[in-house]
Nanobody, 125 residues
């Protein structure tokens, strides 16, 4: 059973950086993709980026290129999200998720079936 645990969230001033981590356990060869998503209060879930576990290829939502970088350490079973030049609009709960079917190119949380509990990121102006 795949379990995901996010960490690294916190409060930061605008312009700052944070690195989120997602510790994964129970991953199998059926876990094809990992991804980062977020949800701000009163808003819908938003895709950030996904990564193929096998090829390491990354995919980003159009609005997320440039300031966010997804990466993984397969040996440590850990997913990362480096976030730079943070803005107050980035304030949200950030979630990592896993997809048990192939195809990582679409950054859509509806395609992901296993979720962590989230880590809060708050950016002050």
């Amino acid at each position: 059973q795949v379990q995901l645990v996010e960490s690294g969230g916190g409060s930061v001033e605008a312009g700052g950086s944070l690195r989120l981590s997602c510790a994964a356990s129970g991953l199998t060869y059926h876990t094809y993709c990992l991804g980062w998503f977020r949800q701000a209060p009163g808003k819908g879930r938003e895709g950030i980026a996904t990564i193929s576990r096998a090829s390491d290829r990354t995919y980003y939502a159009d609005s997320m290129t440039g300031r966010f970088t997804i990466s993984q350490d397969n040996a440590a079973n850990t997913l990362y999200l480096q976030m730079n030049s943070l803005e107050p609009e980035d304030t949200a709960m950030y979630y990592c998720a896993a997809r048990s079917r192939p195809g990582c190119t679409v950054v859509d949380g509806g395609l992901y079936d296993i979720w962590g509990q989230g880590t809060q990121v708050t950016v002050s102006s």
